[in-house]
């Protein structure tokens, strides 16, 4: 069975510009989560999609932070306008559903971004 | 909302010693406590996780303990190999938050031949 899978695995852009990260969940996973993970802490939850509605993302910087999840599949989380702080790794992870503690989540590889 | 210390930041042992981490939680309300385990350019893998009503659970070589009173629990890793060297991280959450996990700051483990 394949994973969670993002892409893509680095970017490097410059203060200022846009950036967008993709991410496929596991096939029927209906809840599909968005975290940051800066350097040497854990990752923090960003947004949570139930199918194609965002259930919590009151962790969203909103200001210049966007994801959505059309079809209730894949997930595109995007910076619009990326600052220097934003530089870490996004991670994306899915489960079956939420609300439950034996749904694991698992999680994708991760998108390493670098603002320069 | 939860906030969850761990410790040590890095831990370095030799092969076949035991390695112990340990967390503290704030929420008296969180009651699942999964560990992950992230190694180099990978996200985090669920490893084991322990209940609120059960005070230890072990499998294999790794083990975890939770004193609910006390807001502390624990991952034991004996005969350590190489292969465990990772960032193990705890995390604690309950149903109200719809047991998404507060993650600690992450442990190093790393394990010489």
């Known amino acids: 069975e394949a994973g969670v899978v993002q892409s893509p695995r680095y970017k490097i852009i410059e203060k200022k510009q846009p950036v967008a990260f993709w991410c496929n969940p596991i096939s029927g996973h209906n809840t599909l989560y968005w975290y940051l993970q800066n350097l040497g802490q854990g990752p923090e939850l960003l947004i949570r999609?139930?199918?194609?509605?965002?259930?919590?993302d009151s962790q969203l910087p909103k200001d210049r932070f966007s994801a959505e999840r059309l079809k209730g599949v894949d997930s595109t989380l995007k910076i619009q306008p990326a600052e220097l702080g934003d530089s870490a790794v996004y991670l994306c992870?899915?489960?079956?559903?939420?609300?439950?503690?034996?749904?694991?989540?698992?999680f994708g590889p991760g998108t390493r971004l670098t603002v320069l | 909302g939860e906030n969850v210390e761990q410790h040590p930041s890095t831990l370095s042992v030799q092969e076949g010693d035991s390695a112990v981490i340990k967390c503290t939680y704030s929420d008296s309300a969180s009651n699942y406590f999964p560990w992950y385990k992230q190694e180099l350019g990978k996200g985090p893998q669920l490893i084991i996780d322990i209940r609120s009503n059960v005070g230890e659970k072990k499998d294999q070589r790794i083990a975890v303990t939770l004193n609910k009173t006390a807001k502390h629990f624990s991952l034991h890793i004996t005969e350590t190999q190489p292969e465990d060297s990772a960032v193990y991280f705890c995390?604690?959450?309950?149903?109200?938050?719809?047991?998404?996990?507060?993650f600690g700051r992450g442990t190093s483990l790393i394990v010489h031949p």
């Open positions: 992870a899915s489960s079956l559903r939420t609300g439950s503690s034996t749904d694991t989540q698992y």
């Open positions: 999609y139930e199918n194609e509605e965002a259930v919590d």
């Open positions: 995390a604690a959450s309950w149903a109200g938050g719809s047991y998404i996990p507060t």
